[in-house]
């Protein structure tokens, strides 16, 4: 059992999510398996109050992400963001394939300056999309109180989690879902109630460093400002047992994002 200290999960969290899929794009590009992924994470984070959009433009999506940031509450303690769609580094694309830049037209919403309501609090941001061209193999080893203080204004107490490594490509089953997002909401299902977001990551690259797809996953999770352990709560507990022993396997053909 672990020992919830740090940024504790306590009693019940008051959280919101926002989900954003781009499955169809105007120029005939599909994304499919990738409702699979909406299932998934809406059944995760099933305790929050969560937003869902599908098929928006640049500035559609743009405009949702300002819209939630700016509708957090005080007493909102946590808040989690996932953006699925095609893209390349540091960008993700509308459904009219124009980009949305990460840094500066998403997670800029949610800076300390910019969203100081979620000062201290968990901000979780997860994107499934390519960020490169490249496919990774792999490589053969060897046999053998109330004081007012100065705060930054940069993002902070933030996890920004990425399937792939810049340049890389992101896969997903087209029947199943993402690799990257099935996986995390499995392993969030069977521990987040006893393990810090940081270690459920690390559980997350363990399980997909044992998909045989032809090629590795590399996640590339990134923390800004995080000065503790942060549990994160999703769901309830109990009414995740029977969605662990769902399989994890993935039969049908692969593609990038």
Not at 3 to 32: C, H, P, S, W, Y
Request: glycine fraction near 6%; hydrophobic fraction near 35%; proline fraction near 2%.
């Amino acid at each position: 059992s672990s020992d919830l200290t740090d940024m504790e999960v306590g009693g019940r969290k008051k959280g919101r999510a926002l989900l954003i899929n781009i499955q169809n794009f105007e120029d005939g590009r599909k994304r499919e398996g990738s409702e699979k992924d909406v299932e998934e994470l809406v059944m995760l984070f099933e305790v929050l109050k969560v937003d869902v959009h599908k098929d928006l433009s640049k500035d559609e999506i743009i405009s949702k992400v300002q819209e939630f940031s700016k509708n957090l509450s005080k007493d909102v303690d946590q808040c989690a963001v996932c953006i699925m769609s095609h893209g390349s580094k540091d960008v993700i694309e509308g459904r009219g394939g124009q980009t949305v830049d990460i840094e500066s037209e998403i997670l800029e919403h949610f800076t300390n300056k910019n969203c100081p309501q979620m000062i201290n609090k968990l901000k979780l941001f997860m994107f499934q999309s390519c960020r490169g061209n490249k496919k990774d193999p792999g490589v053969k080893l060897a046999t053998d109180g109330e004081q007012k203080i100065r705060v930054a204004g940069t993002l902070s107490d933030a996890i920004i989690a990425y399937p792939t490594v810049p340049n890389y490509v992101a896969w997903r089953n087209e029947t199943e879902g993402s690799y990257y997002i099935q996986t995390v909401c499995k392993v969030f299902a069977e521990h987040a109630h006893e393990f810090h977001i940081q270690k459920l990551f690390q559980e997350v690259q363990k399980k997909l460093d044992t998909i045989e797809i032809g090629f590795k996953i590399t996640l590339d999770i990134q923390q800004r400002g995080v000065k503790e352990k942060i549990y994160f709560q999703a769901f309830s507990k109990a009414s995740n047992f029977e969605r662990v022993e769902k399989s994890s396997k993935f039969k049908n053909a692969s593609e990038g994002e």
